[in-house]
């Protein structure tokens, strides 16, 4: 059973740095794309950047391009969210996504993409 837990978020302050994590388990993880997306109450939740099953592809959303990085750590079973220059506008509840299926470099960005989910992470921005 694949099981995804995210650590990292907090409350920061306008400017600032947060490194999220996502622990996985229950099978190979560097076989599999991964991705984190983002929700507010009310809001669908969105893409905030996706990596390929090599690492060797990225994908961002416009609004964190420059200011967040994703990065995995294969040997740790361990996909990575530097956010740095945060903005109020990034408060979220932060979710890391992995898929059932394989696919060579390929990255993916919509939630229907993503077959297993973290419980999520609060990243909280403060002005």
């Known amino acids: 059973q694949v099981q995804l837990v995210e650590s990292g978020g907090g409350l920061v302050q306008t400017g600032g740095s947060l490194r999220l994590s996502c622990a996985a388990s229950?099978?190979?993880?560097?076989?599999?794309?991964m991705g984190w997306f983002r929700q507010t109450p009310g809001q669908e939740r969105d893409l905030v950047a996706a990596?390929?099953?090599?690492?060797?592809?990225?994908r961002y959303a416009d609004s964190v391009k420059g200011r967040f990085t994703i990065s995995r750590d294969d040997a740790k079973n361990t996909m990575y969210l530097q956010m740095n220059s945060l903005k109020p506008e990034d408060t979220a509840v932060y979710y890391c996504?992995?898929?059932?299926?394989?696919?060579?470099?390929?990255?993916?960005?919509?939630?229907?993409?993503?077959?297993?989910w973290g419980q999520g992470t609060q990243v909280t921005v403060s002005s």
């Open positions: 996504a992995t898929r059932s299926s394989r696919s060579w470099l390929g990255v993916f960005v919509k939630t229907s993409d993503y077959d297993y």
């Open positions: 229950g099978r190979t993880f560097s076989s599999y794309a």
């Open positions: 990596v390929s099953e090599n690492g060797a592809k990225t």
